[in-house]
């Protein structure tokens, strides 16, 4: 299935007598909760997930977002409405990281039916779309986590795919070269990693490309239906986005949820710079 669905396609799901499950998941890196944002205007409907809170655990040497406690990110989920029935669309305020964060994670622990509103909140108002301030309360979902349904990459597997296969850095040019670098202790990139910002998996709009465009992308990178593919990121939430952009390429991909955070805070591995994969 599509793992995107339009503002217009949500307003006609919304509107029929099978809505899907709504979770709205604004974030910004570095920036405050994105509750305050969601009271003061959302898809009606929609339930807040906290990114930090929810969709991963404390930081730590696994890096700044690694996996959550999966028995408590499905409570979560059944808070939130979700059951193994229902389909679920996720949406952000931008560049789609916190919700394909979300759609990664139901999807690993197989919820079959999950998309991702192309375009994010934006994509929703300049369809024409209301906001609400109601916070709904569902009907609690039995949604339960059954990991594994998407490949999930080690360090080391990392490493290794970055040899045999396609391993793409989903950070900005500028931190994959090593030229600059605002979070981690190291600038640089996992050696044999091919760089692959996200933001060139957007229009000007905040939308993805076409499916044949990200397809066209991603092979002239190597990254084809055929060829063994991994992303990461800084710590594992944009590098879902690239996970989906592949997805709707048509491209399966594993993701490194540890991604750089974790790598590079391991003095013993080692680090590439410049512009080749080294």
Do not use: K
């Not at 890196?29 to 509750?35: D, E, F, K, M, S």
């Not at 190291?186 to 709009?205: K, R, Y």
């Amino acid at each position: 299935m599509n793992p995107l669905i339009t503002a217009a396609e949500l307003a006609e799901e919304l509107a029929s007598g099978t809505p899907p499950v709504l979770l709205d998941v604004r974030y910004r890196l570095g920036g405050p909760p994105g509750r305050p944002e969601y009271e003061a205007g959302h898809v009606p409907g929609a339930v807040y997930v906290d990114m930090d809170a929810e969709l991963a655990g404390p930081a730590g040497p696994a890096g700044r977002h690694p996996l959550p406690d999966l028995d408590a990110f499905a409570e979560t989920m059944r808070r939130a409405g979700v059951r193994a029935d229902r389909p679920v669309v996720v949406y952000d305020g931008a560049q789609g990281w916190s919700a394909a964060r979300a759609w990664w994670m139901l999807r690993y622990t197989g919820h079959a039916s999950v998309r991702v509103l192309d375009g994010g909140l934006a994509a929703w108002t300049a369809s024409g779309g209301a906001l609400s301030t109601d916070v709904p309360s569902p009907e609690v979902g039995d949604f339960a986590a059954a990991p594994g349904a998407l490949p999930l990459l080690t360090a080391d597997e990392a490493a290794a795919l970055a040899r045999r296969g396609v391993l793409l850095d989903a950070r900005a040019g500028e931190r994959y070269r090593g030229e600059v670098e605002p979070i981690d202790r190291v600038a640089g990139h996992i050696p044999g990693a091919l760089s692959a910002p996200t933001t060139e998996n957007l229009t000007a709009d905040g939308t993805f490309l076409p499916p044949a465009e990200l397809a066209g992308r991603f092979s002239a990178l190597g990254a084809t239906p055929d060829t063994e593919v991994g992303v990461y990121c800084g710590s594992g939430v944009s590098a879902a986005q690239e996970v989906l952009a592949l997805a709707v390429a048509g491209v399966p991909a594993a993701l490194y949820v540890g991604s750089w955070s974790e790598w590079s805070a391991d003095p013993t591995r080692p680090v590439a710079t410049g512009a080749q994969p080294g």
